[in-house]
């Protein structure tokens, strides 16, 4: 394979070297202060914040530790979300719209401080966060916002000169002081720091159910139970979501990222564009000091393609951000490819608190809408305090319920929902034309079999893997995801490997196999 030829296999940057310390299964009973569900940035920070404080603390992940969007981020540390202030002052006037700023800010420098105090080797470097316009639409943005900006006394700097992109930009919003790092390599430092502190860390243990009595009982997909006086699920999909109905408030998306090797960068910020399709740019530093860029984009409704019979390739996403690459830097080699699924709320803003009135003890941290890294850190501080009982000053700007929905929100809960509803119906009178002779190595479809609709992948081996392509939460048709050879539900979000395994909630159950 030509170094200019995408991969064959998808694998994040951040995860292609730094994941092999190991943890084991959960396999016994056992009782806790709390038990975190999944080990992302937002269970870290907060077995972290927690284990300083003497709590003892399980974390169980479902796989393994940040192996969910933590590890598959663009991981820049900023508070400035693209076009998102003036949103925000609209929404929720100026006061909470610079509170959010300030939790992301704030989390930012937490991150800076841990990174510093526990010496972890994380390649932090300060940068400058840039939007940039190419159109005079995308220039009117960015002066709205930069309005916004002004209102809610945010550092911004509007310019026309100010661009190290090696392309034409008309003008640019700089937010200063912002940072980048390797997530992964901060999230071990963390789990080390936290075992250090007491905390007991399982990999590949998932969480099947959520009884609450006196105590809160988790069951785990082996059978296995957990006793905990307190809950936090940072799962990205809440896994339990039975009466907050998470899943008709949230929206998930799928993005995508090329890494690409050049001889030497000269960018000093983080960018993202205004305009659609979005291209995020960032540099990075390789452990021998190689020179690399990393360009993400072309983002989509999970699950959903043009053709449900005929699936969209998802290759060629990658193949477009490639092609980007190569048209504006000098590219070496296209080192890895991957993507991630992020999930946006009604308002754009995160829930983080307690999950439902119904459930005391039990918290939720979702929706982070691609800005999880701050958003993610600031979820993990404040709900290590309400654990304790601690006064946050951001306990109302996040609480899953906050004020009733208003108009902007019901508009976008009417449209989500009604997503679904078209995407359950179409899947149900949508017939396959294809047949399983046809199906060739390395290729997944749906097809007839016995007048029954099946979903079969043919691996490199020559072996057909045969599921019920039903989504085992709510029972839309899942499609084929030829990139990650995965089958992904269109409505929810959820995720399947090519044998049923769950990758992705809200689905706890694996696909049926035939």
Known sequence: MCALDLPKFTKSYWRKEHSNKTYPPFESDVSAEVCIIGAGITGVTAAYSLAKAGVKVIVIEGSKIASGTTGFTTAKITAQHGIIYDELIQTFGKTTARQYYDANQQAREQIQKWVTELSIDCDFEERHAVLYAQTS????????????????????????????????????LTLPNQAQFHPVKYINGLVKEAQNLGVTFYENTR?????????????????????????????HFPFNDKNGLYFSKLSPQRSY?????????????MYINVEKPTRSIRTAKGDKGENYVIVGGEGHKAGQYEDPTHD????????????????????????????????????????????????????VATGFAKWGMTNGTAAGLLLADLVQNKFNVNKELYSPTRSKLKQHDTKNFVKENTNVAKELVKGKF??????????????????????????????EHGKIHL????????????????????????????????????????????????
């Open 257 to 269: 990222a090329v890494c690409v090797r050049v001889p030497d960068e000269h960018l000093n910020g």
């Open 312 to 363: 969209e390739s998802t290759v060629e996403r990658y193949e477009t951000l490639v092609q980007f690459a190569k048209q504006h830097f000098p590219v070496q080699s296209i080192d890895t490819h991957w993507s991630a699924q992020d999930l946006e709320t009604l308002d754009r803003v995160p829930y983080i608190g307690e999950m439902t009135s119904g459930l005391p003890h039990v918290f």
């Open 137 to 172: 639409q995308g220039v009117d943005q960015l002066h709205t916002e930069k309005a916004a900006y002004d209102k809610l006394g945010i550092p911004g700097e509007l310019s026309i000169s100010m661009n190290e992109l090696p392309f034409p930009v008309s003008e640019t």
């Open 467 to 514: 599921v019920k392509p039903t989504c085992t939460h709510l029972g839309c048709d899942v499609h084929w995801n030829n990139s990650e050879r995965s089958w992904d539900c269109p409505c929810h979000g959820s995720r399947f490997s090519y044998t049923g395994e769950v990758l992705e909630g809200p689905a706890v159950k694996p696909l049926e196999r035939r």
């Open 207 to 235: 969480a099947s159910s959520l009884k609450h009595n006196d105590e809160i009982v988790i069951e785990t997909t082996n059978g296995k139970k957990i006793t905990a006086k307190q809950v936090l699920v940072t799962s």
């Open 430 to 459: 949508t017939r396959p034309s294809d047949t399983l002779e046809n199906l060739q190595v390395d290729e997944g479809r749906i097809v007839m079999i016995d007048h029954h609709k099946t979903g079969a992948y043919k691996d």
